[in-house]
């Protein structure tokens, strides 16, 4: 029992220890690793999915020099361990991911004399049990499927939570099932980049739909699609579409922002320029770049640039109000203050000629 108990407290104290120091590394203590019969290194990071288990589960193997009495492994960051099973001097160990799942193999070490300490060889296992590009296509699938058998719900099921304007959506869903009638799809990938923690990714697709209208006229359309893509509660799921003009059409697409300025002022004694930017649709507006400008004769004879700032997102039929501080302007002369709301035109509006406002100090002429 004393034993035992001297055991688990060097296991606690090395625990301790973990979150202060970096221990020895696997080239220091001659550890050697494979996981899925694969050789792995210190601070390699593996990718492995499904089709890769020979067991339907992991398998990992560390072969260790002779001193070492037992070793017990940790997946997730030390808060369970579990015993390897040791034939010579190389211990193994199976495990059943989840679905989706990051590993960070740990290892408790027991030495010949008895001292215990951690090693942790950082090396990161990505396990996913179906391929990213895969399940992004079974995705595709599943909203084909729907949106052909008019099933609003199950179309809805593959759209994020946090997709904009996501109640318009689903409205315009409705709308195009009420106005088209078998409706047929086909999709072409035509780009594809995962991110390398191969949790989103951002799809080029060619989509193209054939109906007939309530008239019984055959009509059909395409459109290429910026379709992000991302992971939520275990499922891919579209975050957003850029260029949509086949899935809800019919509402979704004739809805564009609308951003304006109003309400500028041009603050001499504050050094300050003020302006409400207001969106008068009801389409949400995202990312919007702010520029702004002044021009007076003592500093900036010609209108110079001075500050820009970005609106993360500005929901329909809302406004916000920006400051620019730190302007500098002359006491003296005539300060005009420029504004000029998505200066590279990234965001598609309903009107793109009325971005700029321009407004005085009211000292000039």
Known sequence: MKNIFFKMVGVVFSLALLSLFSFSSAEDLNFSYKINGQPV??????????????????????TVPAEIQSLEISLNGGRTWDGMKAKGNVFTYKFRPDEVQELNPTFLVEQED???KIENPQIIVLY???RPEDAILQLFDRMKTSYENEQKTQFMNNISSSFPNRVELEEAIQTDFNTFQNIRLRYQVQS???????VNAIYQVLWEKKWQNNSGVNDSSSATIGMNVGRESGDWKVKNMRDNSIFGATLVEQSKPELTGSDMTVNSTGQTITITINNTESRVAENIQV???MQNATFFPTTTFVGTQTITSLAGNSSTTL??????MSGVDCNTGTVVIDPLNRIDEVNETNNQIIDTDGTCP
């Open 323 to 328: 400051t620019q501080t730190g302007v500098t």
């Open 114 to 116: 008895g001292t215990t």
């Open 291 to 293: 520029d702004f400008y």
């Open 192 to 198: 594809a980049v995962i991110s390398p923690n191969q």
């Open 128 to 130: 996913q049990e179906v």
């Open 41 to 62: 290194k210190a601070g390699d990071q593996l990718k492995i999915f499904g089709a890769d288990l020979k067991t339907s589960r992991l398998e990992f193997e560390v």
